[in-house]
DNA sequence: GCCCGCCTATTTGTCGACAATTTTGCCAGA
DNA sequence: TCTGGCAAAATTGTCGACAAATAGGCGGGC
């Protein structure tokens, strides 16, 4: 189903996804320490292998480590989320005016067939699942459809777990999905339009919006805990 | 001297600092295996801070591994010098804009007075010193003033490495420098300015001028070898 | 002569133990 | 009681050895 196929072959590799998932969805609490040989007992791995997944989680900043000290889960903040939008915005509007270059017929058809299912969905399920696979899904087309590796590298080994680690963390489930779908929508036409300058501009507006969106849920959700 | 304080405090990160450059600057050759053995003896540490500087390395595209394979130096080609200049541009313009609008005024005093040093030095000893070190403090200088930590590190730890292998190993010594002075000195102005879209306008320009001068150097390059 | 499978050799992946550094807790002195 | 420093405990950094997987060469079969 996932058009992430992301093989672990080796043990690192399985550990390093685990270890992901289990920060970005909270069940490895932001600011925690990591203790080398605590995980090393829970993932029932030898210490080496928790070093490498813990040096691959600091590449793509899901992690902080002080030499000789530990590293720690990052922790959420309001101006981590601005700058982590500012160059989602940058990146991902380059992705898809490149993808309205580069992405084939065929590609964007599948894209297109993406989309239609994803709305069959919603109307059937009560949008519920378009929420987190659906988006994220159209999002990595349109990045690997630029078909630029150091765009792919950086937003989908890199950038895309921590927007995921917001968006989990912060309880994503509002009235945002169905405009998000209309906006998905518009910007594969322009894309299949090859229109390459307006397909940049739907994006960023389209991750602007999504910034605003999760920035208030982000407000609403400190200012629950203050009280 | 250098802007760039990387403190190697641990003996691994020694080892990935060497290895970085003598890959950037070509004395370990572009597509060259790495064998952890070989390293591990040639750098006299063991094979597991080997295997790290390589994962390190790995994180910045400058080496590639296969699982139970083995990693190999990236290999430099007209597609991908096209690929890292395309995020280059949008990141590094991104940042000018963020720099005009988050720099601090001793700052943006700091920059103009080292930019007056590298005029200074230019005159004098025939503007051979600008080339290298003067342009990659001049960007790092910029992308800091940006003060987004997730474009710091793409950029700085990531991207700009593969940028200065690039440049090195196609010799770069040409006429571009006295232009790329200029350039450097009005997207100053602007950043003082504080006029953020023209910053990241003539920032965009800079990188894409340099992209071209930069490719036709490949070109050449490959045209000499091909011969 | 060519192709397929096996076997050896080399290389990578993983592990547990040791060394070095930092943190914690305690004690003495003011 | 508070502060400074020393010592012990815990944690990270580094290492060499073993396990697993791959690449290359050899021989047998067609």
């Known amino acids: 189903m996932s058009f992430t196929t992301e093989t672990a072959v080796t043990n690192a590799d399985k550990t390093y996804m685990q270890l992901r998932n289990d920060i970005v969805e909270g069940r ?18 030898s210490r080496a292998v928790i070093r490498e ?6 590449a793509c900043h899901l992690v902080e480590r002080k030499a000789n000290v530990g590293a720690r889960v990052v922790t959420l903040s309001p101006e981590g ?14 992705a898809a005016r490149l993808a309205a270059k580069n992405m084939t017929d065929t590609e964007i058809e599948n894209l297109q067939h993406l989309l239609n ?20 899904d159209f999002h990595y087309r349109i990045v690997q459809g630029s078909k630029n590796q150091h765009l792919i590298s950086v937003l989908i080994n890199g950038l895309y ?17 169905t405009t998000a779908f209309d906006e998905h929508l518009h910007i594969v036409k322009a894309i299949a339009n090859r229109d390459e300058e307006l397909a940049e501009i739907l994006m960023r507006r389209h991750i602007l919006y999504s910034k605003n969106n999760i920035q208030t849920k982000l407000l609403n959700h400190s200012n629950l805990k203050g009280q």
Chains 1, 2 share one sequence.
Do not use: W
């Open 28 to 45: 490895v609490a932001a600011g925690t320490k990591l203790s080398e040989v605590e995980l090393s007992t829970n993932y029932c791995v």
């Open 53 to 58: 997944a813990i040096n691959r989680l600091m």
């Open 81 to 94: 989320l601005e700058q982590l939008y500012q160059v989602r915005e940058s990146l991902e509007g380059m």
């Open 117 to 136: 299912t994803h709305f069959d969905q919603q109307v059937q399920t009560g949008e519920s699942y378009y929420q987190e696979a659906g988006d994220v």
């Open 161 to 177: 777990h921590l927007v995921r680690m917001y968006r989990v963390q912060l309880g994503m489930a509002g009235p945002r999905v």
